[in-house]
C-alpha cells in the first residue's frame, strides 16, 4: 500500500516534555521558595512528582495539592494561593521561554510537507493545552488543522487503537496507508499496529525508552533525519516519489545531518 499520511505524536517526538517538565518544575519550586514556603528543594520536589504522579500531569491543581502535602509549619502564616499562583507564573513564564521543537523537527516537516503525504497529529491530553504546543512548537504550518486529533476532543484515548483508526478515517485513507511516529513502545507503536498503521518508535529520549511493547516497530528513529530517510525511501520505492524529487531533499539532508 502507498504511504500517503504521517501522524505524530507531540510529547518527547516534536519537543523534549521530559526535560521541558524538570526545568519548568523546577523553577516553580523555586518560586514558591522564594515566597517563604518553609522546607527544603528536595522535600517540594519529591511531592510535586508523586502529586504528578498521583493525579496526572493534565490535572490543574498540582501546586494547591502539594501545598496540602506539607506540614503545616511549612506554610503558616503565608498566603497559600499567592504562593500557587507564584508557582504557575514560574512554569509559564519557563514555558514561554523555553518551549521548542527539536532542532531537527521543523525543517523535515517542512520538507515532508512537500511530498505527496497528509501530515497530522495523534495526542493525548487536554486540547488546549495540546493546541497550544502545536503553537508554541511552531510546527502548525506543516500540519493538516483537519488532521489533529486530541484525545480529549476525540473521546478515546491511547492505547485504544480505535483513536487511529478515526485519524486515518479523518484524512479518507486506509490505516495501513498511514504511518505513526511516537515514542511509546505501548500506546503509540502497539495502537497504532492494533489499528493497522505502519509505526515508527522515536527512540530520540524520554522515559519510555526501557518499556517492551507487544509487537515490533516497522521502523525505529532516534532524530527526525532518520525518519525523512525512512519516508523518502518507501516512497521512492513505492514510485510516489520520482528520484528528480527525491534527489534535493537527499543532498539537503547530506549537508544538514549533525555529525554523531
Known sequence: MPLRAIFFDIDDTLFSTSTFAVRARENSIDAMLAMGVRTSRDVLRRELE???????SNYEHHYDKLLSRLP???????????VVAAGVVAYHETKFREL??????????????????ILGVVSSGLTLKQMEKLIRLRVYPWINPSAILISDHVGIGKPNPKLYLRAAERVRVRPEEAMYVGDHPIHDVDAAKGAGFVTVWNRREGKHLDLVGRTKPDHVIYNFWDLLDVVTDRLTKEGSLPTATSAPSTKFVERRRPRS
Open 50 to 56: 508523586e502529586v504528578v504522579q498521583e493525579f496526572s
Open 72 to 82: 503545616f509549619e511549612a506554610t503558616a502564616g503565608l498566603n497559600a494561593q499567592l
Open 100 to 117: 521548542s521543537s527539536y532542532d531537527d523537527v521543523v525543517e523535515v516537516l517542512r520538507l515532508l510537507a512537500e511530498m505527496p503525504l
